[in-house]
């Protein structure tokens, strides 16, 4: 990542863009005429004869996700409205902790520079932040998404920042409140940020109507409403399959609507920089796109995750290695078919391998199965084996009589666990052996642990993964990590900055990896 670029002292004429180029805000559709990107003197004063805001939307809070919403407004002065906007900027690859200088002209309708606007940017859903006790433990998210932030405040825009924390059923609920997240905000942006207490209401709308420029402003949690799930709340517990898709259709028809238009209407554009909830068809994610047609855009951390995921999946240097762990075969089936496609060679490790082992045979007593899914687990091992790719498991397991950090243990064959016992982690053997695997691919993803890795006695399996990637890294190998568990743990260890990209995305990293479509990344390219 390039440091922060300083702004030139005399004022500099740079060529016009062509048609997508990187000097466009990523996702922007560019325009057929573009003017010279001016840079003003260093402390040159700059006229805000209007006032435009934008709004930023962060998601979850136990991972809370941010999507920038950008929504273009009438401009004052009888000017008919910000018809493009142009960028220069000189980083390739932007860092969580970088920030960037970045100079925009903006043009209205009829293709005039408006020099004396201030913009106003929208940005909604990416993971931002862990919260425990109404403390954020894990601000890492946050610190992703400071770049596109700071990119708008350093064009004089205001921010609206819109979020959801948890499955909140009720409006208020203390617990869920946004506002224990202010702080980490603050701390990362170095800059004040107002609290809304709402998302929709009146005291909303006014404050973000009497946003100045760079100021920041952080609505109430959005999923207070069930309009930004489009899921009705308050039916009877027995209430049938008709009834529920009853309401379901009633709230999206009227209710969801309504707080799609209240939300777009707060700000002047759409950033969607939350690939953490791109796979979800939500209010804020998805339909409120569809209110700016012309001015919706990716964030900088969107842009690098879906460039990061394309590449390792289009264009691999072999050979390409995919770590799967994970408790579940089921919920890993698509995933592990889809990378069968792409891979040299899948490691198995986590509960699923337990399924695998007992559907050939094998006794794993207490362990995590899934009996259900034998046929499934025989489908993959044939499949694998059609097309070539290796299945690598771990030939041990570290065992305990208790699922606990107290338990006694031992190691035992993967294959042959004594009733009692459970698998909790990778043994000795299987260590070496993912380690020597790893440290011979070119290409490494890893998304899933390979044990218990939150209690520590059980880590150490997951831990000597990480400690493997991140010197086939250092080697030259190009290493992804995605996948909320996977990310836990290269950040428990300490490995995070020792390879090669870290993504936010969990559900949306593995839909994204199946092949289909994201919401919210098809919302923006629409």
């Not at 048609?19 to 001016?38: L, N």
């Not at 009853?246 to 009227?254: F, N, P, Q, S, V």
């Not at 509960?351 to 794993?364: P, S």
């Not at 059609?386 to 035992?412: C, H, R, W, Y």
Request: aromatic content about 6%.
């Amino acid at each position: 990542a390039q440091p922060q670029q300083q702004q030139q002292a005399v004022r500099r004429e740079a060529p016009a863009p062509k048609a997508a180029a990187a000097d466009t805000f990523p996702g922007s559709k560019p325009k057929a005429q573009r003017k010279a990107v001016p840079v003003e003197p260093e402390g040159a004063e700059k006229p805000h004869n209007a006032k435009k805001t934008i709004a930023i939307v962060l998601g979850s809070l136990v991972v809370v996700a941010l999507v920038v919403l950008i929504i273009v407004m009438a401009l004052q002065g009888g000017k008919s409205g910000v018809d493009s906007i142009t960028l220069d900027h000189e980083s390739a690859e932007i860092a969580p902790q970088d920030t960037l200088t970045l100079k925009a002209t903006v043009l209205d309708a009829s293709g005039q520079e408006l020099t004396d606007e201030t913009l106003t940017w929208s940005s909604s859903n990416a993971a931002v932040a862990t919260v425990k006790d109404g403390v954020v433990t894990d601000d890492t998210r946050v610190r992703a998404a400071i770049p596109t932030i700071k990119k708008v405040l350093a064009e004089g825009g205001s921010v609206i920042l819109m979020s959801h924390m948890g499955r909140p059923k009720k409006n208020p609920d203390p617990k869920y409140s946004l506002e224990q997240i202010v702080p980490a905000v603050e701390k990362n942006l170095g800059t004040k940020v107002e609290f809304a207490g709402d998302c929709i209401g009146e005291k909303a709308a006014e404050m973000a109507k009497n946003l100045k420029p760079g100021q920041v402003m952080l609505l109430e949690n959005l999923r207070f409403y069930a309009e930004e799930e489009g899921k009705p709340r308050g039916l009877a517990e027995d209430a049938s399959k008709e009834e529920k898709d009853a309401a379901k259709k009633a709230l999206k028809e009227g209710p969801q609507k309504e707080f799609v238009k209240k939300l777009a209407s707060l700000a002047d554009c759409y950033i969607n920089d939350a690939f953490g909830t791109a796979h979800r068809k939500h209010a804020s994610t998805y339909l409120i796109a569809k209110k700016f047609p012309n001015d919706k855009m990716f964030g900088y951390l969107m842009e690098k995750e879906v460039k990061a995921i394309s590449s390792l999946m289009e264009a691999p240097a072999h050979p390409f290695c995919a770590i799967v762990g994970g408790s579940k075969v089921s919920s890993k089936i698509g995933v592990i078919k889809a990378l069968i496609e792409k891979v040299d060679s899948i490691i198995i490790g986590g509960g699923m391998t337990y399924t695998f082992a007992a559907a050939q045979g094998g006794k794993v007593g207490g362990s995590i199965c899934e009996p259900d899914m034998f046929p499934v687990a025989l489908e993959i091992l044939e499949l694998a084996k059609k097309k070539g790719v290796q299945l690598v498991m771990s030939p041990d397991a570290l065992i305990a009589d208790a699922f606990s950090a107290d338990a006694n243990t031992k190691e035992a064959p993967a294959n042959d666990i004594p009733d009692g016992w459970e698998g909790l982690d990778i043994g000795s053997e299987g260590k070496k052996v993912f380690r020597e695997h790893i440290l011979g691919c070119k290409t490494i993803l890893w998304n899933g642990p390979v044990g218990v890795f939150e209690i520590d006695k059980f880590a150490t399996g997951s831990k000597e993964v990480a400690q493997a990637i991140a010197e086939a890294t250092k080697n030259g190998a190009y290493s992804l990590i995605g996948g909320g568990d996977s990310v836990a743990c290269i950040n428990k260890f300490g490995l995070a900055d020792k390879v090669s990209y870290v993504s936010t995305g969990g559900g949306a990293l593995l839909e994204y990896m199946e092949g289909k479509v994201l919401p919210g990344v098809a919302a923006i390219r629409k």
